[in-house]
């Protein structure tokens, strides 16, 4: 059973920094992608950025240069690195697993950035 745990959200000022993180267990080895989507508060979620199993990223127009994806295989660990952030990115942020049959999905993290 594929579990996808993310951590890392929280409360950051405009122009600060935060780093997401998403663990995965269980049978990912069919995993051809991860990513990270958000939803903010009374919009529908919405593709922030993927890494695929052989490392090619690609961003949303709205975070790019500004977030950078990346893994670490060995803790089979999808990372958001999210710099100059904006108001405009409070969201939960949530981990996607592409999966060779289907789409798993971790529960979430809260981002709100505020001053």
């Known amino acids: 059973q594929v579990q996808l745990v993310e951590s890392g959200g929280g409360l950051v000022q405009p122009g600060g920094s935060l780093r997401l993180s998403c663990a995965a267990s269980g049978s990912t080895s069919s995993f051809y992608a991860m990513g990270w989507y958000r939803q903010a508060p009374g919009k529908q979620r919405e593709f922030v950025a993927t890494?695929?199993?052989?490392?090619?990223?690609n961003y949303a127009d709205s975070v790019k240069g500004r977030f950078t994806i990346s893994k670490d295989n060995a803790k089979n660990t999808v990372y958001l690195q999210m710099n100059s952030l904006k108001p405009e990115d409070t969201a939960v942020y949530y981990c996607k697993g592409y999966g060779a049959i289907r789409e798993y999905w971790g529960q979430g993290t809260q981002v709100t950035v505020s001053s």
């Open positions: 890494i695929s199993s052989g490392g090619n990223t």
